[in-house]
């Protein structure tokens, strides 16, 4: 579709067709243009800011003269009486009204009560979206603070907690606007930093990541499904190579692997029944097991 028309832009264009909203005119226009006919809209809404303005002229969409016929056939409108000149005018959607009553016209005050409403309407919007949350506190009977509750739109986003009662948060929780929980991160040394962290997805638990020695850099690594545990790979600092790895069933340790190579295989995996007893490993150094 064609820029938006302005006055010095009209002549040699003519008015085919008005209507009460842009939407309606963009259809008839998209209808025009996939016809390999060029058209415009016109309409005084500030570029479809404020719809209300354009109630009293209505939304025109106009072509070029050349193409006024052509359209009108496409859009199955009549054709204007011989000499019309429509280029500020469009024929009128809407059977004439009959009678002496003139057709309604919305007054300047009409136009600016519109305006107001819809500034008013933007303004209370506005607030509602940026409102500042409310944060609720819990305290131990001392007086020390524990606990720290962050409300948005009367929905739970976030929620802190001091275990230790040391005067700073050591766990952190965020929840999404689905009240699902995201993110929950644990200080476990109480030096302000979590070393402890888990993600979760539409409220299910899905990884976890855990530093050990307190360096800053995770050491242990689980995968859940279901919020339920499914591996477990011990790689310090950061490895890439896991010097432990294990594999749950249902909850329950069912295989340990230690010692993974280079090339992605480890040198001894032992599996185990439900009860924790070992019953096979791919490692000759246990006699009593059979090799997998």
Same mark, same amino acid.
């Given at each position: 579709?064609?820029?938006?028309?302005?006055?010095?832009?009209?002549?040699?264009?003519?008015?085919?067709?008005?209507?009460?909203?842009?939407?309606?005119?963009?259809?008839?226009?998209?209808?025009?243009?996939?016809?390999?006919?060029?058209?415009?809209?016109?309409?005084?809404?500030?570029?479809?800011?404020?719809?209300?303005?354009?109630?009293?002229?209505?939304?025109?969409?106009? /072509?070029?003269?050349?193409?006024?016929?052509?359209?009108?056939?496409?859009?199955?409108?009549?054709?204007?009486?011989?000499?019309? @000149?429509? @280029?500020?005018?469009?024929?009128?959607? &809407?059977?004439?009204?009959?009678?002496?009553?003139?057709?309604?016209?919305?007054?300047?005050?009409?136009?600016?009560?519109?305006?107001?409403?819809?500034?008013?309407?933007?303004?209370?919007?506005?607030?509602?979206?940026?409102?500042?949350?409310?944060?609720?506190?819990?305290?131990?009977?001392?007086?020390?603070? @524990?606990?720290?509750? /962050?409300?948005?739109?009367?929905?739970?986003?976030?929620?802190?907690?001091?275990?230790?009662?040391?005067?700073?948060?050591?766990?952190?929780?965020?929840?999404?606007?689905?009240?699902?929980?995201?993110?929950?991160?644990?200080?476990?040394?109480?030096?302000?930093?979590?070393?402890?962290?888990?993600?979760?997805?539409?409220? &299910?638990?899905?990884?976890?990541?855990?530093?050990?020695?307190?360096?800053?850099?995770?050491?242990?690594?689980?995968?859940?499904?279901?919020?339920? /545990?499914?591996?477990?790979?011990?790689?310090?600092?950061?490895?890439?190579?896991?010097?432990?790895?294990?594999?749950?069933?249902?909850?329950?340790?069912?295989?340990?692997?230690?010692?993974?190579?280079?090339?992605?295989?480890?040198?001894?995996?032992?599996?185990?029944?439900?009860?924790?007893?070992?019953?096979?490993?791919?490692? @000759?150094?246990?006699?009593?097991?059979?090799?997998?």
């Amino acid at each position: 579709m064609t820029p938006e028309s302005d006055s010095a832009g009209e002549a040699g264009r003519v008015v085919i067709r008005s209507f009460a909203t842009r939407d309606a005119a963009e259809m008839v226009a998209a209808q025009l243009e996939a016809n390999g006919i060029a058209c415009w809209i016109a309409a005084d809404d500030c570029g479809g800011m404020l719809p209300n303005l354009a109630m009293a002229e209505g939304v025109r969409v106009l /072509v070029s003269r050349s193409d006024a016929e052509e359209a009108r056939a496409l859009l199955d409108l009549p054709s204007p009486p011989a000499g019309f @000149e429509g @280029e500020n005018e469009p024929p009128p959607e &809407n059977p004439p009204l009959t009678g002496d009553r003139p057709p309604k016209r919305f007054a300047p005050g009409q136009i600016l009560i519109g305006v107001v409403i819809g500034f008013l309407a933007t303004s209370f919007y506005e607030q509602a979206v940026h409102a500042p949350p409310t944060t609720y506190y819990h305290y131990t009977a001392d007086g020390k603070t @524990e606990g720290k509750w /962050v409300y948005r739109h009367g929905h739970l986003v976030e929620h802190f907690e001091d275990r230790n009662l040391d005067g700073a948060w050591d766990h952190w929780a965020y929840y999404d606007k689905n009240h699902f929980l995201t993110n929950s991160l644990y200080d476990n040394n109480f030096d302000g930093k979590p070393d402890e962290t888990f993600i979760y997805k539409d409220g &299910n638990l899905l990884t976890m990541e855990k530093d050990n020695d307190f360096n800053g850099v995770p050491d242990e690594f689980c995968i859940y499904k279901y919020g339920i /545990v499914q591996q477990m790979d011990m790689r310090p600092n950061g490895s890439k190579l896991s010097t432990l790895r294990e594999i749950f069933s249902n909850g329950v340790i069912s295989e340990i692997w230690h010692g993974e190579e280079s090339n992605g295989h480890f040198w001894e995996i032992v599996k185990y029944d439900p009860f924790l007893n070992p019953v096979s490993t791919n490692f @000759e150094s246990y006699p009593l097991l059979p090799v997998h």
